[in-house]
């Protein structure tokens, strides 16, 4: 129990309207993974009608995009496109609402180093900068966690030492 309240507690900044701040990039961030880029490959209740994903399915052609990256994702092709579109669309959603910050952070920097090497390397820098935006905030965050703006501080708030 212990390690999950020390994964769980953020960091908190001296003044309330520094959190604030620094929550906007996440609620946007995580906004923007979830409804834009995991949405249309994973099925949520918000994904496009005419994908025609049922809830947590993946889009039939993101598995096969996935082995082409060869190596262990030619293995498991089914598993890694799952995971992939999991962490941008239930990531995001985790983001967003600042619950499990650190673990979501995880997910997604493992998931947009995967679409920049694996992806996006061959189309230059400027294909890779939306993969990288992603990262940055992830890694961000993974350090940080929620802010006093988030579910993990309503949860850890009693072990808060400010």
């Given amino acids: 129990m212990k390690l999950i309240t020390k994964i769980t507690q953020p960091i908190l900044l001296q ?6 701040f620094l929550a906007l990039p996440r609620i946007i961030c995580g906004y923007l993974l979830t409804v834009e880029f995991g949405a249309p490959k994973f099925g949520l209740p918000w994904s496009p009608l005419d994908n ?39 990531g995001g959603i985790l983001l967003l609402l600042g619950f499990q910050t650190r673990i979501a952070s995880f997910l ?3 998931t947009m180093l995967v679409a920049m090497f694996m992806q996006q390397w061959q189309q230059g820098m400027w294909n890779m900068l939306p993969a990288m935006g992603f990262l940055w905030i992830g890694m961000f965050y993974f350090i940080l966690g929620s802010g006093r703006f988030g579910i993990d501080y309503l949860l850890t708030k009693k072990t808060q030492k400010s």
């Fill in 15 to 20: 003044k309330w309207w520094q959190d604030a």
């Fill in 52 to 90: 025609n994903l049922n809830l947590f399915e993946v889009a039939f052609w993101f598995p096969n995009d996935v082995a082409e990256y060869g190596g262990i994702f030619a293995l498991f092709p089914a598993f890694f496109a799952w995971m992939g579109a999991f962490s941008e669309g239930i």
């Fill in 108 to 110: 997604i920097i493992c």
